[in-house]
């Protein structure tokens, strides 16, 4: 059809997942008025509508059903013929080996992950466990393809290695409801004091581990680590059982138990995780990953975003 723009398609599949302009557009990395646009001139040139809108609702007609439906299939065809195209080409085995830190739990990886795997079936992963500065080591003579991490300090692999933030989360505070610190709205590091703290073990991250020791020696205490663990998994089931209150990032707790509640520490920098890659990286695969890695990062912030918010209203 005349005047039919792909991008325009791609706002529409996004926008019909999501039913909310504001969404939409932080996943499309447009803005809201942008979309908006994009959308009315795709009605036009199709000569229906699509969708029904208010302040508060959006909706689908049955037009805008069926192109939903039948544009899930067409770019699930649009895939496949790139899959087979570049395999067709290459001949290559299809592998992609990323480098992070277990602890961090990262929720955006596993999702990324399958949806590569659904354009490319053979597609094999390997995972290698190590934090920001081994991976900067790692990237340039071909160990890992993507790393993700948080970068304390300036890491000097400038013109080396490639940074992007790709979620920014702000320190948190997990904690059983009966706890006497849920009914603040926000923590400061002063709070901490005599509190029996959760956290992870300094070989995860050097620097943050020390960041967060210094903080608490500044506000004039000596923070009472009662246990440093490796696995998130294991801190959030020990505040589960009331051993303690346990210190990190938001997308930490993603996994924890909904009756368990986060509360922002307003005195300690957020954290940026970043996507490390190869300066320059041309490979098809690892620029395809990246783009949908950071296009589920900006999912799972949104997430954190709405769940940290509701946490705060249900104690208002």
């Known amino acids: 059809m005349k005047g039919l723009d792909l991008r325009q398609l791609r706002y529409f599949s996004i926008l019909a997942r999501e039913l909310h302009f504001r969404k939409a557009a932080d996943l499309a990395f447009v803005s809201q008025p942008a979309l908006s646009q994009q959308i009315s001139k795709l009605e036009e040139t199709m000569g229906v509508v699509l ?23 067409t770019f699930d065809q649009l895939q496949r013929a790139i899959r087979l195209t570049r395999e067709a080409a290459h001949a290559r085995e299809f592998r992609i080996s990323i480098g992070l830190v277990e602890y961090t739990n990262l929720p955006f990886v596993p999702p990324a992950l399958i949806r590569l795997q659904q354009t490319y079936p053979a597609l094999k992963v390997q995972r290698h466990e190590m934090n920001s500065a081994q991976q900067a080591e790692s990237l340039p003579r071909g160990a890992i393809d993507v790393g993700f991490g948080v970068p304390v300090s300036l890491m000097s692999t400038a013109g080396i290695v490639a940074t992007k933030p790709v979620l920014t989360m702000p320190w948190t505070l997990l904690m059983r409801t009966d706890h006497r610190l849920a009914a603040l709205r926000d923590i400061r590091v002063e709070d901490l004091a005599g509190e029996r703290l959760i956290m992870f073990e300094r070989s995860v991250n050097p620097a943050l581990y020390d960041c967060v020791t210094e903080s608490c020696q500044r506000a004039g205490f000596t923070p009472n680590f009662v246990y440093e663990t490796q696995q998130s998994q294991v801190g959030i089931s020990l505040v589960n059982q009331g051993m303690g209150v346990m210190l990190g990032a938001a997308y930490v707790f993603s996994i924890a138990p909904a009756d368990l509640v986060m509360r922002r520490m307003i005195d300690m920098q957020p954290l940026a995780l970043h996507m490390y890659t190869r300066e320059g990286e041309s490979d098809p695969l690892i620029l395809e990953y990246m783009d949908i890695a950071q296009e589920e990062a900006r999912r799972t912030q949104l997430a954190l975003d709405a769940r940290l918010s509701a946490s705060l209203e249900f104690r208002a």
């Open 51 to 73: 969708l029904t809108r208010d302040r508060r609702n959006v909706q689908l007609t049955p037009a805008g059903i069926v192109l939903r439906d039948e544009l899930d299939k």
